[in-house]
């Protein structure tokens, strides 16, 4: 098992940035990947960014290359996703996933944070 709880989210004005975190407890070691998704009213959950924990090689979605960035604290099992350049079609609940390696599935999920981006 994995918990995973998101912080940082809320309002900022279009053209800002904002800063999410993602902390992870449990089984870490059984965590392939972690990534952040997220999800608008009345449309489907989306990829934002992943990285895979064994190279820290890093996947963006079309959408957020050039303005978002994902990283990691290894050291405390933290995962930040630092956005830029923000838009208001980017307001969105945001959850941090873990891919684990049994599944490679995305099977444990954040409870997920509001990031809005006023125009």
């Known amino acids: 098992q994995v918990q995973l709880v998101e912080s940082g989210g809320g309002l900022v004005q279009a053209g800002g940035s904002l800063g999410l975190s993602c902390g992870a407890s449990?089984?870490?070691?059984?965590?392939?990947?972690q990534g952040w998704f997220r999800q608008a009213p009345g449309k489907e959950r989306e990829f934002v960014a992943s990285?895979?924990?064994?190279?820290?090689?890093?996947y963006y979605s079309d959408s957020v290359k050039g303005r978002f960035t994902i990283s990691r604290n290894s050291a405390n099992h933290t995962l930040f996703l630092r956005m830029g350049s923000l838009k208001p079609e980017d307001s969105a609940v945001y959850y941090c996933?873990?891919?684990?390696?049994?599944?490679?599935?995305?099977?444990?999920w954040g409870q997920g944070t509001q990031v809005t981006v006023s125009s």
């Open positions: 996933a873990s891919r684990i390696w049994s599944t490679m599935t995305f099977d444990y």
């Open positions: 449990g089984q870490i070691s059984s965590i392939y990947s």
């Open positions: 990285m895979r924990l064994l190279d820290n090689r890093t």
